[in-house]
């Protein structure tokens, strides 16, 4: 019931069902474009990074959990406070850990090679010396000045 513009509780709301929030709880787990994004302490977890500007995800684990949406996280020694829309499941901790669980360790004999024969292959492969100075990246434009309007 309105008055005022505003729902009115009564005895006989109490008694009744909250229909409106039941339908939107079962719209939300039903809509596909929503993730229920829960992470538990200990996780590696990729963290959006605005601030710096080289690189767009950092790795780290959950510390603590604020809110229901908020967690500490302990990237590199900082600890930062973000949501979990900032969070992402770090997979490749996942992938690595399978990849390397099933690869076998193999022992390689490396031959012996002499001092001199070393020398010399050594002398084959040797790459031309590398300047002291890198170029600069510069395009060879000709560059003219510019034309002005003069009365």
């Not at 929030?21 to 787990?29: A, E, F, G, Y």
């Not at 684990?61 to 229901?68: E, H, L, M």
């Not at 001199?116 to 395009?139: G, H, L, Q």
């Amino acid at each position: 019931m309105l008055f005022l513009k505003r729902d009115i509780r009564t005895r006989i709301d109490l008694l009744l069902p909250e229909l409106k929030t039941q339908i939107q709880d079962k719209l939300r787990r039903y809509n596909l474009e929503f993730l229920d994004r829960k992470f538990d302490v200990g996780d590696r977890v990729a963290v959006s990074v605005y601030r710096a500007a080289n690189t767009r995800w950092k790795f780290g684990t959950i510390v603590n959990q604020d809110g229901v949406l908020h967690y500490i996280i302990d990237v590199q020694g900082t600890l930062l406070a973000e949501t979990a829309e900032d969070i992402a499941k770090d997979l490749n901790k996942e992938l690595d850990s399978s990849s390397v669980q099933g690869v076998p360790s193999t022992d390689v004999a490396v031959p012996y090679l002499s001092q001199s024969s070393a020398k010399e292959i050594d002398s084959e492969t040797r790459s031309p010396p590398v300047p002291d100075r890198p170029f600069p990246r510069r395009s060879g434009r000709i560059r003219r000045p510019p034309e002005r309007l003069v009365l």
